[in-house]
């Protein structure tokens, strides 16, 4: 049984875990009691999803070492996969890093609050075990009002990865939290959909030349336009590098579906044509098939079950819809999964570094 309490206009589902549905949020809420409530169970050293403007976010109590096994347990996530630390101003910055460049106060003139998350040297207030015993902390100041609300009622300081349990896409909506969470943490905020829809990109200020980690929506060239020279980690948009990723959870096979997936590029009637043929076998092998495509190609490509990404060249609406896609397929029953491929440039680099990682990294060209 579920009860549903209102509050002011916050209305509170207890089911295992309490689900406080917030519409309209006109970020005055710092005093309202729904913050004071899920602020004080963060202190107190409990967990609370939170809405970003990229994904929803598991958060804890970033300074308490034991809010953050509490997260590794809750996610299933290794603890060597260190976690973000979310400010709400720039001034908070001071407490958790050390030696900070002044890139860092450009980068977060130009993108704060944002979806951009930079990696710093740590202060001793930083535990290990929320940088995965690290000696450099990931700090995110995120652009939305829920958020900000959340970490000034909760001290200043929340510890956050993606909402979702190890493996699986992040999600973009309440709901996706509480398909993984639902009773193993102590509350969700849920806001609706998130913007973005992508995890920020993370950028690294401790190498002598600052590298993107992982792409996002704050893209290479935005960050070039600041800094005069950003790099890319190699290893993020090809496996065949031999090298480790430098952010550690980008080792892992994250963001995938339980089907396979296979990406199919190329010339758009060679797709069409190597689609078609590819779902034909696949359903001859006994495979319930799905294809994600877009709306161009649409009328021409058939599968037991068909997504559409909206149109190829709105890569801010792919990337919107990836991670629900990729759900979906899963709740269908979906056991081959083939998708179009789109184009790496600017904004795009990060769908298709996540895309990459769904499928395993098998891309046939046609
Ligand atoms: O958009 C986002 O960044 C979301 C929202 C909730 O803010 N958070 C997010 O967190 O995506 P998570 O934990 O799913 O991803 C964090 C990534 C992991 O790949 C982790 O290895 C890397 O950041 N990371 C964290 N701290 C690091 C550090 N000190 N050095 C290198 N990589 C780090
Ligand atoms: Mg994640």
Known sequence: MIDIIQIEDFYIIYMDTIVAVIRNHISSGDDSRIFRHAGDIIKDGGLVAFPTETVYGLGGDALNPESSKKIYAAKGRPSDNPLIVHIADWTSIKKICVDIPDEAKQLADAFWPGPLTMILKKSSAVPY???????????????????????????????????????????????????????????????????????????????????????????????????????????????????????????????????????????????????????????????????????????????????????????????????????????????AIFSESFSSDGFGQAVMNRLLKAAGYTVEKV
Do not use: C
């Open 129 to 335: 075990e929320t940088t995965g015993g690290l000696d450099t902390v990931a700090v995110r100041l995120p652009d939305h009002p829920v958020a900000i609300s959340l970490i000034k009622a909760a001290g200043g300081y929340i510890a956050a990865p993606s909402a979702n349990l190890s493996g699986r896409p992040s999600p973009t909506t309440a709901a996706h939290v509480i398909e993984d969470m639902d009773g193993r943490i102590d509350m969700i905020l849920d806001d609706g959909d998130v913007g973005i829809g992508l995890e920020s990109t993370i950028v690294d200020l401790t190498e002598r030349v600052p590298v993107i980690l992982r792409p996002g929506y704050v893209t290479q060239e935005m960050l070039n336009r600041v800094l005069g020279r950003v790099d890319v980690d190699i290893t993020l948009m090809d496996q065949g590098s031999g090298q480790a990723p430098k952010a550690p959870g980008m080792k892992y096979r994250h963001y995938a579906p339980k089907g396979s997936m296979r990406l199919i590029e190329g010339d758009q009637e060679a797709v069409i044509r190597t689609m078609n043929a590819e779902v034909k076998k696949a359903r001859l092998r006994g495979e319930r098939t799905g294809v994600m495509i877009t709306d161009e190609i649409w009328e021409r490509v058939s599968a037991d079950v068909k997504k559409s990404v909206g149109n190829r060249e709105n890569e801010y609406e792919i990337a919107r819809r990836l991670y629900r896609i990729l759900r979906e397929f899963d709740e269908e029953g979906v056991t």
